[in-house]
């Protein structure tokens, strides 16, 4: 079996690499393939290289679930998010939770505090329980995680991004639409000197990077970027506005690539005096729950991510019942929340 008909075959029925699968790629019995995984000391140091071989090349995860049990399905659907603390997706995974209970499945969810090093470990974990679906945050880029995510079998949604081309099915929407609406946004409204303070995050900065090229098309000079790496506080964001009035004090309007950070903008601002929105306009992303009863009430991006977690919840269980998918990619938009700060 090459590496092409291994992929094609993830798709079809069950769809799941298995450990015969990779013992034919490497050209020994299913049993010793079974021994070189479970008890590597009792197989040569040159079968444990072709099993270990075929094991990188397919995906195969270990199904650590009892054999009987294996073909058993488990009522469980796992969620991996970045983050649940002052968490933009707090709405989705309530929504899919809420849903998937009503279905008769639970919902067991991992976070990977936005280090793809920690995402790919936990997914490993999951897709070895194999759950009945898979909820990701994000788009999975080229790799081992979504090499073995494609290997399982197991139904996958994407969420939170847009791409042509996801593992299995997808909801979300553009971030690269979202920095060029904020940036036409703000220029709408007179704003000439630019800022953005953004951590460390690529989807972040793909709206960042529409948002810079927004601007530059309208002569509209260069913007300055504050990254606070993976300090997504109210602190950082502080902290950021005084750097940026360092060096560039005469900015009016600042992108935040999260609503917590624009808080903590909002509140620097307040502590040097300065006027919002008649000096800086301030607009932040995400509109979680205590942004509209902010002092000034704060102009962000909404995203809606309840329909993303109920529409999810019905794709996995669709999928986990044998049913079919219809429409496999979905684009739930975005909104731009008018309020005083921008």
């Known amino acids: 079996m090459n590496d092409k008909e291994t992929q094609k075959r993830t798709r079809r029925g069950s769809g799941a690499i298995t450990l015969r699968d990779v013992a034919m790629l490497a050209g020994v019995a299913p049993i010793t393939a079974s021994r070189a995984l479970n008890t590597p000391s009792q197989v040569s140091d040159d079968v444990l290289r072709k099993v270990q071989e075929a094991v990188d090349r397919t995906g195969y995860v270990p199904n650590r679930m009892a054999g009987g049990l294996a073909s058993s399905k488990s009522r ?74 494609m290997a399982s079998g197991i139904p996958v949604v994407e969420t939170w991004d ?73 602190k950082s964001g502080r902290e950021a506005l005084k750097q940026i009035l360092l060096l560039k004090p005469d900015v009016d309007a600042i992108f935040c690539s999260s609503d917590l950070l624009a ?56 999928r986990a019942q044998g049913k079919a998918v219809e429409q496999q990619i979905v684009d739930v938009g975005f909104s731009i929340v008018s309020r005083e700060s921008a």
């Open 76 to 149: 469980l659907i796992a969620a991996v998010v970045p983050s649940t603390v002052f968490s933009v997706f707090n709405e989705t995974i309530e929504a899919l939770n809420g849903a998937l209970f009503e279905s008769g499945y639970q919902l067991m969810l991992g976070q990977t505090g936005y280090s793809s090093e920690r995402e790919e470990l936990l997914l490993e974990s999951v897709i070895s329980r194999r759950p009945d679906g898979i909820f990701i945050t994000g788009i999975m880029p080229p790799g081992k995680a979504r090499t073995r995510l």
């Open 162 to 234: 847009l791409t042509p081309t996801p593992i299995d099915m997808l909801i979300g929407f553009s971030h690269a639409d979202i920095g060029q609406a904020v940036a036409q946004y703000l220029l709408s409204k007179g704003n000439q000197k630019y800022a953005i303070v953004t951590a460390d995050d690529e989807r972040a900065g793909r709206r960042n990077k529409a948002f810079i090229e927004t601007v530059k098309a309208h002569k509209s000079g260069d913007v300055l970027v504050q990254n606070v790496g993976d300090l997504r506080t109210l």
């Open 263 to 318: 808080l903590g903008v909002l509140t620097e601002a307040r502590a040097q005096k300065i006027s919002v929105p008649h000096q800086i306009s301030i607009m932040g992303f995400g509109d979680v729950p205590f942004v509209e009863d902010m002092i000034p009430a704060l102009t962000t991006v909404k995203i809606n991510g309840a329909e993303i977690g109920r529409l999810a919840a019905q794709c996995l269980v669709d």
